[in-house]
Nanobody, 124 residues
Framework: QVQLVESGGGLVQAGGSLRLSCAAS????????MGWFRQAPGKEREVVGV????????YYADSVKGRFTISGDNANLTVYLQMNSLKPEDTAVYYC?????????????????WGQGTQVTVSS
């Protein structure tokens, strides 16, 4: 099993910034990628940004390109999400996730491990 622990959520005004962190522990040897997803009330969970360690691939949702940056440390299995120019529509619970898939993927079902989620609220 892999445990993921997120931190860094909170309340921020529109235009502000937040940085989320996620650390993986446990049986991490099979982890091939990590990323961030979010879920707003009444909506499905959606991808924000993911990193595939083995192929050096990084993907961002169109809605966050140019504003959010995902980075990580493969050796320590830590991933970060720097969120700038935040908008009220970015308000959601943000989840860290890890996948054993060797193919880069943004699909929720292909992520095997999930953190508990951290609330991000952007006020207008």
């Amino acid at each position: 099993q892999v445990q993921l622990v997120e931190s860094g959520g909170g309340l921020v005004q529109a235009g502000g910034s937040l940085r989320l962190s996620c650390a993986a522990s446990g049986r991490t040897f099979s982890t091939r990628g990590m990323g961030w997803f979010r879920q707003a009330p009444g909506k499905e969970r959606e991808v924000v940004g993911v990193m595939q360690w083995s192929r050096g691939i990084t993907y961002y949702a169109d809605s966050v390109k140019g504003r959010f940056t995902i980075s990580g440390d493969n050796a320590n299995l830590t991933v970060y999400l720097q969120m700038n120019s935040l908008k009220p529509e970015d308000t959601a619970v943000y989840y860290c996730a890890a996948t054993r898939s060797v193919v880069a993927t943004t699909k929720v079902p292909f992520y095997d491990y999930w953190g508990q989620g951290t609330q991000v609220t952007v006020s207008s």
